[in-house]
């Protein structure tokens, strides 16, 4: 038995094959939960990455989910052993939940690499859960599937329906603008959010879970079910089978992360009219298995795909509709019969993603159109570049007004979140339809963790007289179920010292998203004397996780990863404990 254990290969038998002191140790330890002898006998061990918290709603309902990817662990003949780790909720964790996206990157890593684990099954939902546990185990590589937990049901408002996020940002306007009560304001809270699951518009963390499925990192149709559709348990259980297949068959992340791979989810996310926040992740996870992904390969791969999907925040459906209509399958089979599509690139069922996808059905051309009678055209997400955002900057056409695209107005400038909390709702405030409002320090270092900000909420007067969109700049993100003709993620950012630290109070700028430019109408020699007066801001804590963030934190061309997290470490078993 030892022998044939020896020659497994697996990761685990290192703890549990040993007939020493030290498998005595680790054995015995793990059969106070009732394990019997049977267990250790050389199968291969799976960890289950849970992310469950009461403290993040999008997650609740992790325990169900974890206990199919168990019984399907078990039904392969694996070893299952579920462990936790720091869960990010964007609903209610300040500042942000994305200053946490690259501890719990840390987490994972550790926690994957320091346990006798073989295979993993990531467990993934709200916004910055998926790419923060892609990227801890990317670091690592060893075969790894990812289970999103699913958008929730529709929600349902006095006959009507209405998204996560998108409809907060409209109504919280029409709030503003005295248009609704606070009445039917709170009522429409009750309505919205009426099952488990993460946002069922296309934001952030659909977003995300299509990036799972279009990297080949999930099961095939991991994107849509419902979270309480039995469909969803389904895929969790056949994930939790396919993760011990791969640990036999070796078929580890870095097989499945390849560029490739990589340049399918940036033409993805451009058909479904998907988060920004996916351009941050995707740079992030690449970089953490090997790959150099950079903001020009966003605007060559995102050149000449066309939005599919009407769903919001762009357009008028939701998830389940997504689902019901064929999900992202079809619209994989759209851009491969389009030759949008690297169709060998390897998915972790083993098969390609063609394979997976070549026959996909669509039952509903108004929720998913066909690539030559597209949603929008033209709408994979812009690169920027000029003086203002030496390093880029994007903006997502699909969430824009047309009419904005191409725009120079003077800017109305708020030094910080607090600032424009204070003044926005001022009738003094000197700003028009026309100005560019301009918002600083809300990046990775400013906010810190570069909150979703970005989408600045116009002033109620302008609201009053009809006026629903207005170019916003700003070094900050936006959540994905945001619309609007928003510039984000510029680099370097205000507390950088970037350009943006520079911009004043009636200076012009201009925005022409075609040529890809975004330039401040100001003289080198000007922002040279503008620079010798700035001051970087002091970081607001300078102990502990914020300390290490705020000295190690790169710009969000590079991804807002750690510095020292940038690459991967391998599966390397520690030395032993004892």
Same mark, same amino acid.
């Given at each position: 038995m030892a022998n044939e254990k020896k020659k497994s290969?697996?990761?685990?038998?290192?703890?549990f094959g040993r007939n020493d002191i030290y498998g005595f140790i680790y054995r015995s330890w793990m059969k106070n939960k009732g394990i019997p002898h049977d267990q250790f006998d050389g199968r291969p061990v799976i960890g289950?990455?849970?992310?469950?918290?009461?403290?993040?709603p999008c997650n609740s309902h992790f325990r169900v989910i974890a206990q199919h990817v168990r019984d399907g662990v078990l039904e392969a003949g694996g070893f299952p052993l579920e462990f936790p780790v720091m869960s990010l909720g964007e609903t209610l964790l300040r500042p942000t939940a994305m200053l946490y996206r690259n501890l719990v990157s840390m987490d994972v890593e550790e926690s994957i690499r320091g346990n006798p684990l073989d295979g993993v099954v990531l467990l993934v939902g709200c916004d910055k859960t998926t790419p923060a546990l892609l990227m801890g185990a990317s670091s690592v590589d060893l075969p790894t599937v990812a289970v999103s937990g699913g958008p929730m049901l529709s929600g349902k408002y006095r006959g009507t329906d209405i998204g996560s996020g998108t409809n907060v940002w409209s109504m919280s306007e029409d709030l503003r603008a005295g248009k609704i009560t606070q009445d039917e304001f709170h009522?429409?809270?009750?309505?919205?959010?009426?099952?488990?699951?993460?946002?069922?518009?296309?934001?952030?963390?659909?977003?995300?879970?299509?990036?799972?499925?279009?990297?080949?990192?999930g099961m095939p149709g991991n994107a849509a079910i419902p979270a309480v559709d039995a469909r969803r348990y389904v895929l969790a259980r056949e994930a939790g089978r396919r993760a011990v297949e791969m640990?036999?068959?070796?078929?580890?992340?870095? *097989?499945?992360? =390849?560029?490739? /791979?990589?340049?399918?989810?940036?033409?993805v996310n451009a058909a479904i009219g998907g988060s920004t926040n996916a351009v941050i992740h995707l740079i992030a996870i690449a970089r953490r298995i090997g790959i150099d992904l950079k903001l020009e390969d966003w605007d060559k791969q995102g050149r000449g795909i066309h939005t599919l999907v009407n769903l919001m925040p762009n357009g008028k459906y939701l998830m389940e509709d997504f689902y019901y209509a064929g999900g992202l399958p079809a619209v994989i089979r759209e851009l491969g019969r389009n030759g949008?599509?690297?169709?060998?690139?390897?998915?972790?069922?083993?098969k390609s993603i063609w394979q997976n996808n070549k026959d996909a059905p669509c039952y509903n051309r108004d929720v998913i159109h066909s690539f030559d009678k597209p949603? *929008?055209?033209? =709408?994979?997400? /812009?690169?920027?570049?000029?003086?203002?955002?030496?390093?880029?900057?994007?903006?997502?056409?699909?969430?824009?007004?047309?009419?904005?695209?191409?725009h120079t107005g003077r800017a109305v400038v708020f030094e910080d979140i607090e600032d424009f909390h204070t003044r926005i709702d001022d009738p003094k405030l000197d700003i028009d339809a026309n100005c560019v409002m301009v918002l600083k320090n809300c990046g990775p270092r400013g906010y810190p963790g570069m909150a979703e900000?970005?989408?600045?909420?116009?002033?109620?007067?302008?609201?009053?007289?009809?006026?629903?969109?207005?170019?916003?700049?700003?070094?900050?993100?936006?959540?994905?179920?945001?619309?609007g003709t928003v510039v984000l993620h510029v680099a370097p950012e205000a507390a950088a010292g970037g350009t943006l630290a520079l911009v004043q109070n009636g200076d012009m700028v201009e925005l022409d998203v075609a040529n890809r430019k975004l330039q401040l109408l100001v003289t080198d020699e000007e922002l040279a004397k503008r620079r010798k007066k700035w001051k970087a801001p002091k970081p607001p804590l300078t102990r502990g996780y914020w300390k290490l963030y705020n000295d190690h934190v790169l710009q969000a061309n590079e991804g807002a990863d750690l510095d020292f997290l940038v690459g991967k470490s391998g599966s390397l078993v520690p030395r032993d404990n004892h």
């Open positions: 290969g697996l990761r685990s038998v290192k703890w289950i990455c849970n992310t469950w918290s009461e403290l993040v009522e429409a809270e009750s309505c919205m959010h009426r099952s488990h699951g993460h946002c069922m518009t296309m934001g952030t963390a659909s977003t995300m879970a299509s990036m799972v499925e279009a990297l080949g990192v640990v036999r068959e070796k078929l580890t992340l870095s *097989k499945v992360l =390849t560029r490739e /791979a990589f340049e399918n989810a940036i033409r949008k599509l690297n169709k060998d690139a390897l998915t972790i069922n083993g949603f *929008k055209k033209n =709408t994979g997400i /812009a690169v920027l570049r000029g003086n203002l955002c030496p390093d880029g900057a994007i903006i997502k056409p699909s969430a824009a007004t047309p009419a904005l695209m191409k900000v970005g989408n600045m909420p116009l002033p109620p007067r302008l609201l009053k007289k009809g006026i629903t969109d207005m170019v916003r700049i700003s070094d900050a993100r936006m959540s994905g179920t945001a619309y």
